[in-house]
Structure formats: structure tokens, C-alpha cells
């Protein structure tokens, strides 16, 4: 599976972005992910939905603001990221993994993932 993530850009404080990742190959069973990485600090969890849809998963710094969405007609996720604040800046990853039975938070679970997107939000 080939994740590819587009979306990515420079907006104000409050302002609104959404990031997209489109997969080749197999991908109704597969749970998606969304990960961020600043220099010098370790890929951290952003959110996460099932291969189902049924449940979906965020990080507090992100819930409320964030939503995660899989479009399984278009091979697509999406990450619409409201109220964004500059802590919010990093590069951001989309992952998939088959079904993904395990832990969705943690990045060992995932098998594949996207080049990332710059996101860059300034106060």
C-alpha cells in the first residue's frame, strides 16, 4: 500500500486545514492512522479510525478540534483540523495498517506510511 498525503500549508492561528492521504492497493481493511513530528522529537499520535469506521481515536491535545474521516469509494483519509494553534506545527504522516487489531496510538502498530505534509501555523 502506497499512502501519499497532500493538504499541508501555512495558516494563521484559528484558521482551518484539512489533510488528505490517498492509498494505493488494498484499503477498506485497513485502520488508518495520523501522526506529527517536529525536529528532534519522536512521531506522536494524532488519530486514528478502525478499518470499519466504527471507532475512531484522538489525542487530547486534539480532541474537539480534529476529526479523522476514511472514504473507502475515493481510497481516502482525511484529518480536518479546526481552531489550529502553533503548537500544531509539524510534519504530519498518514499510516494504515490491515485491520489493526492492536494498540492504534502507537506507531509500531503501523505497516505503511506517507511521505509526510508540512503544517505550519503562525500566532
Known amino acids: 500500500v502506497d499512502l501519499t498525503e497532500s493538504g499541508g500549508g501555512l495558516v494563521q492561528a484559528g484558521g482551518s486545514l484539512r489533510l488528505s492521504c490517498v492509498a494505493s492497493g488494498a484499503f477498506n481493511s485497513h485502520a488508518m492512522g495520523w501522526f506529527r513530528q517536529t525536529p528532534g522529537k519522536e512521531r506522536e499520535f494524532v488519530a486514528a479510525?478502525?478499518?470499519?469506521?466504527?471507532?475512531?481515536y484522538y489525542d487530547g491535545a486534539v480532541k474537539g478540534r480534529f476529526t479523522i474521516s476514511k472514504d473507502s469509494g475515493e481510497n481516502r483519509v482525511y484529518l480536518q483540523m479546526n481552531n489550529l494553534k502553533p503548537q500544531d506545527t509539524a510534519v504530519y504522516y498518514c499510516?494504515?495498517?490491515?485491520?489493526?487489531?492492536?494498540?492504534?496510538?502507537?506507531?509500531?502498530?503501523?505497516?505503511?506510511w506517507g511521505q509526510g505534509t508540512q503544517v505550519t501555523v503562525s500566532a
Open positions: 499510516a494504515s495498517v490491515q485491520y489493526g487489531t492492536r494498540d492504534l496510538t502507537t506507531p509500531v502498530t503501523y505497516e505503511y
Open positions: 479510525i478502525s478499518w470499519n469506521r466504527v471507532n475512531t
